[in-house]
Nanobody
Framework: QVQLVESGGGLVQAGGSLRLSCAAS??????????MGWFRQAPGKDREFVAA????????YDADSVKGRFTISRDNAKNMVYLQMNSLGSEDTAVYYC???????????????????WGQGTQVTVSS
């Protein structure tokens, strides 16, 4: 079982930035064997894909709604994945979830069905 713990959420003004972090752990765990993703869920809406990153960090997917504003990255030595969020707007207000997948890097990672493990989420609120 993989444990994922998100941090870094909070209240920020429109146009501001936040950096989310996700710490991964498990017995006998090899973080670099997992593809990782970020999703978000606003009240009353479905969980939405935000970004995904391959095992090595060389390949990424970004949702169209965050392209050019959000950047996903990972540090395999620290078992961490990050989401740098810039130019935040009210539409980015949501609970953000970190997710881990044992699948290879491919389009299924743009859906919640591609992931076996989820964190508890961290709230991001953007005030206008």
């Amino acid at each position: 079982q993989v444990q994922l713990v998100e941090s870094g959420g909070g209240l920020v003004q429109a146009g501001g930035s936040l950096r989310l972090s996700c710490a991964a752990s498990a017995s006998g765990f090899t973080f670099s064997s997992y593809t990782m993703g970020w999703f978000r869920q606003a009240p009353g809406k479905d969980r939405e894909f935000v970004a995904a990153i391959s095992w090595t960090g060389e390949s990424t997917y970004d949702a169209d709604s965050v392209k050019g504003r959000f950047t996903i990255s990972r540090d395999n030595a620290k078992n961490m994945v990050y989401l740098q969020m810039n130019s935040l707007g009210s539409e980015d207000t949501a609970v953000y979830y970190c997710a881990a997948s044992t699948r290879g890097f491919g389009p299924v990672l743009k859906t919640k069905y591609g992931y076996a493990y989820w964190g508890q989420g961290t709230q991001v609120t953007v005030s206008s």
